[in-house]
């Protein structure tokens, strides 16, 4: 059996960079919306799954979140607005929405995918047993030297990626050839 599912995050991993950027300033890497389209004919279901604790603070929206990523050409959207100390259940590397969109939409999480270039996508993924990807774009290179050098917190010691790509096109071959 394939995957189900693709949950990949936004900023680092589709486009941005690792500093904050809201809906008007973020621009994909190149290629994305094509992976994105190469993804959903392979029958994915296709998630954007992003920490986004500036609306918290009332720096962005929620639908304009949204609206953003719906057009990049996402099937769903499962997005975080709290702040870390808030102590919600959504927020990576808690594993809430994982749980929701597996609930959601029918999904066994040990058939998806999830994409990123923080360890908390890393975790949140492990928790739940999806297969887990870490790109070296975003804060990618970072995580992958301070993974590799073993000087992370101790939980992201006992987990490691199911493969490590340059980017998110090298992060699509292998969903697409896996």
């Known amino acids: 059996m394939g995957f189900e599912a693709v949950f990949l995050d936004r900023d680092g991993t589709i486009g941005g960079s690792d500093k904050v ?38 720096e962005s929206t929620i639908d304009l979140f949204h609206e953003e990523l719906l057009g990049f050409g996402f099937d769903k959207i499962y997005l975080c607005p709290h702040q870390h100390h808030e102590g919600c259940s959504c927020r990576k590397p808690a594993t809430g929405m994982l749980e929701q969109a597996a609930k959601e939409n029918n999904l066994n999480l040990t058939n998806c995918v999830v994409v990123g270039d923080r360890w908390t996508d890393i975790i949140a993924a492990d928790e739940v047993g999806c297969k887990k990807i870490l790109v070296k774009t975003g804060s990618g290179k970072e995580t992958y030297t301070k993974y590799t050098n073993n000087q992370f917190f101790e939980r992201w010691a006992e987990v490691e990626p199911d493969f490590v790509a340059e980017d998110i096109n090298e992060a699509a071959e292998w969903i697409l050839s896996n």
């Open 21 to 58: 950027e809201y809906p008007g300033e973020f621009e994909l890497f190149p290629n994305v919306s094509n992976l994105i389209h190469q993804l959903k004919k392979s029958n994915l279901l296709i998630c954007s799954f992003t920490n986004q604790p500036g609306i918290s603070l009332g």
